[in-house]
Structures are given as C-alpha cells and as structure tokens.
C-alpha cells in the first residue's frame, strides 16, 4: 500500500510538471516569417536581423516560437533590453525592432574588451577596460579606431593563421549588445602590394567576415595575450 502511494505522488508530480511545461510553452508568442521580418502575432511587433557581428550580452528566458523550414526555433528576452526592441536565438542571432535605431559602431563609446577564445562565447582570456582613464583604455579603443577607420586590405587567406580569438566591444549606450569581430595572427609577416609596392602588413589583423573588412593592427594585443597565463583565464 506504501509502494502504491508513493506511486501515485510520483505520477501527479509528473503530470503537474507535464502541465506546467504545456502552458509554459503555450505562453510564447507566435512569430510568423516572411522573407527577413519577424512579426509577433500578440503584440504585431515586426523584427528584422542584426548583422552577424552583433550578440547578445546575455540571453534570458524564452518569449517566442517561429517555423523555419519546418523546425521550431525559441527566441528568447535579453538583458538590459525589452522583448518588444530585442530578441536573441540560442546560436545568438539578435533579432531587432528598429534596426536604424542600433547605433553604428563608430558611434559605440566603448566601454570594455572581450578576447575570446572560439569555443565558447563566455571563454574570455583577458577583458580590457575602455573606459577614460583607465590602463586598458588606449589599446581599446586603438582597436576599435583601427576597424572604424584603418586602411582596408584584403584578408590574407592564403598565409597560416597561428592564434585567432573574437573580440567582444561591450558599450554602456548599448548595454545588452556585443560587437564582434575575429583578431588572427599570423605565423608570418603578410605582405600585400599597394600602390605598385611590395608593403609589409605585420602579422596581427582585424577580420569583419560579415561586411567584408580586414585591416592590419600592431603588436599591442599580441604582447598583451602573451602575458595572460590561460590557467587564470577571464570570464564574463
């Protein structure tokens, strides 16, 4: 009789967590797609994508549920950011409600570094501070000025990549949204011609594989990693 009723307490907790689960999922918003808008059939809210090099901070609890091609995906809330303005996928996909409204880079004020390994996205080896006066500030935002305004060259696909990380600009005017780039280095000078001239690029660049811009930095990072021992590694 003990073994019964212990039984049927297993069974109810079951079917009310069975429950829990099914209304949990009726609560998403439904999101229909059509071409590159999202639109929320409870609010009507239409989101359009961020380009790649946008991710999300931190990824909160889920909101919404799409088709596409026949699989569910959930988006899900993100820090620092109401569901109505941003949503993010669990591949970090950031998905905006007024896309004109993102500041661009040029006009982040960079508040800290992220250098990350590419295996996973709270693997930081080292975090700068960019803020105004702090030690870290000049290399921050060197970097930062280096992609907004350095001279484009082409990626040197052809030469053999040593280290590469992604680099993570977090802004305090854009609190939930990371801007990500890759820093490769080389295991040798890259050399390109410009102007009719043989020019030594270095062996440390800056790589946007989503708008195409790749622009060669000094050794500063570089130096920087080396000092990093990875056993005491960084994370967000």
């Known amino acids: 009789m003990k073994f019964r009723t212990v039984a049927c307490r297993v069974a109810v907790c079951l079917l009310l967590c069975a429950a829990m689960l099914l209304c949990g999922c009726a609560k998403l ?19 359009t994508p961020l ?18 091609a026949g699989v569910e995906y959930i988006l899900h809330e993100m820090s ?38 590419n295996t996973a996205m709270t693997a930081a080896v ?15 935002w060197n ?13 040197p696909s052809y030469y053999t990549v040593e280290d590469a990380y ?4 977090a802004s305090d005017n854009v609190p939930g949204l990371y801007f990500c780039v890759s820093y490769v280095e080389y295991a040798e000078d890259v050399y390109e011609e410009i102007d009719g001239a043989e020019v030594n690029l270095g062996r440390y660049f800056i790589y946007d594989r989503y708008h195409k811009i790749c622009v060669a930095v000094d050794s500063s990072l570089h130096q920087r990693l080396n000092n990093v021992e990875y056993g005491d590694a960084e994370t967000e």
Not at 30 to 44: A, C, F, N, R
Not at 52 to 66: D, N, Q
């Open 29 to 47: 918003h439904k999101i229909t797609v059509d071409g590159d808008t999202y639109t929320d059939h409870k609010t009507g809210v239409v989101y």
């Open 51 to 68: 380009s790649s090099c946008y991710e999300p901070v931190l990824r909160g609890a889920e909101y919404a549920k799409m088709d596409l």
């Open 126 to 140: 080292l975090v700068l501070d960019g803020e105004e006066g702090s030690d870290d500030a000049t290399m921050v």
């Open 80 to 117: 620092d950011m109401a569901p109505t303005e941003y949503l993010c996928s669990v591949y970090n996909d950031v998905y905006c409600a007024n896309a004109a409204a993102v500041p661009a880079f040029d006009e982040w004020e960079v508040s800290a570094l992220y250098v990350c390994t």
């Open 143 to 155: 970097l930062r000025d280096a992609y907004v305004n350095g001279r484009r060259v082409a990626y």
């Open 166 to 169: 992604t680099l993570r600009f």
